[in-house]
Nanobody, 118 residues
């Protein structure tokens, strides 16, 4: 089993910044991809950013140039630095990890609330 624990959510004014961190523990070998997803009230969960163990990065168009994802493979952590936050960024943010084998195995954190006020 893999456990993902998020930290760093909270309330911030528009234009401000927040940093989210996620730490993986348990059977953590072979986690090819880690990243962040978010879900706003009444909406589907959507991809925010992902990063592979080799450093390949993918951002959603809505956050590109504002958010930065990074990963420390030795510490099994992934970080999301969010700048120039907008009210539409308000959502529950979930850490995600994936292991690629014969089938895809995914793990999810419990989520952390990010609220951006006007």
């Amino acid at each position: 089993q893999v456990q993902l624990v998020e930290s760093g959510g909270g309330l911030v004014q528009a234009g401000g910044s927040l940093r989210l961190d996620c730490a993986a523990s348990g059977r953590i070998s072979g986690l090819n991809t880690m990243g962040w997803y978010r879900q706003a009230p009444g909406k589907q969960r959507e991809l925010v950013a992902t990063i592979t163990s080799l450093g390949g990065i993918n951002y959603a168009d809505s956050v590109k140039d504002r958010f930065t994802i990074s990963r420390d493979n030795a510490k099994n952590t992934v970080c999301l630095e969010m700048n120039s936050l907008k009210p539409e960024d308000t959502a529950v943010y979930y850490c995600n990890a994936a292991r690629f084998g014969l089938v895809l195995t995914e793990y999810w954190g419990q989520g952390t609330q990010v609220t951006v006020s006007s």
